[in-house]
């Protein structure tokens, strides 16, 4: 299983651009990158997917090296409503239902 | 659409009381389904995940089990609650492999006093 790891915290400001960096050394040959957002007492919910390169939907872009040893999400002009735990994922492809989730990335955007 | 719902949002027991979270899963056949805990602070812990009826994986050993009697429904009980059984437990679904993204209920509050 691969494990990941990110900066436990990270703070901005309102109206910039704000890059989570995601280490995955050993993720495996299928297995795809995905990050969620999750506000407190909420469950987490789905922001991004890829495999390689970048990958941009309305919300963010992922970058993926091509080693995929790492990934940096990014969100572009950020908003108060942006605070919250940032997880990255890795894992799934062997038909492993199993993934381990590591503590996130808290955001605090500042005013 | 496809919804997820889970119930009930907030729930306080005594210690060595029984326990059933039940979640349903609208807008979509054959999901895989899943029951993870979250302790304050920390990421989610697999506890149980399910590909079809009947079909239980469980990955944490403990006084907790689940069930899945029908297709979209996913049920995590316990005969009787431990202290360290506090947390937020979320249940969420997905198709195809593991792979595809993950989609979650809104939680469960856990308190066992």
């Known amino acids: 299983l691969a494990k990941t790891t990110q900066p436990i915290s990270m703070d901005s400001y309102e109206g910039q651009e704000v890059n989570i960096t995601c280490s995955h050394n050993n993720i495996a040959t299928n297995d795809y990158i995905t990050w969620y957002q999750q506000f407190p007492s909420q469950g987490p919910r789905f922001i991004i997917q890829?495999?390689?390169?970048?990958v941009t939907n309305e919300v963010a872009s992922l970058f993926i090296p091509a080693d995929r040893k790492s990934s940096t999400l990014s969100l572009p002009r950020v908003s108060l409503s942006d605070t919250a735990v940032y997880y990255c994922?890795?894992?799934?492809?062997?038909?492993?239902?199993?993934?381990?989730w590591g503590a996130g990335t808290k955001l605090i955007i500042k005013p | 659409s496809q919804t997820i719902h889970q119930w009930p949002a907030t729930l306080v027991q005594p210690v060595g009381s029984p326990l059933s979270l039940e979640c349903t899963v609208e807008g979509t056949s054959n999901p895989n389904l899943y029951w993870y805990r979250q302790a304050a602070g920390r990421g989610l812990q697999l506890l149980f995940y399910?590909?079809?009826?009947?079909?239980i994986s469980s990955e944490v050993p403990q006084n907790l089990s689940a069930s899945r009697p029908q297709d979209r429904q996913f049920i995590l009980s316990s005969k009787k609650l431990l202290l360290s059984d506090s947390g937020f437990y979320l249940c969420a679904w997905n198709t195809g492999d593991g792979n595809q993204p993950q989609h979650f209920g809104d939680g469960t509050r856990l308190s066992i006093l």
């Open positions: 994922l890795v894992g799934g492809s062997d038909s492993n239902y199993q993934l381990i």
């Open positions: 399910s590909v079809g009826i009947g079909q």
């Open positions: 890829g495999y390689k390169t970048k």
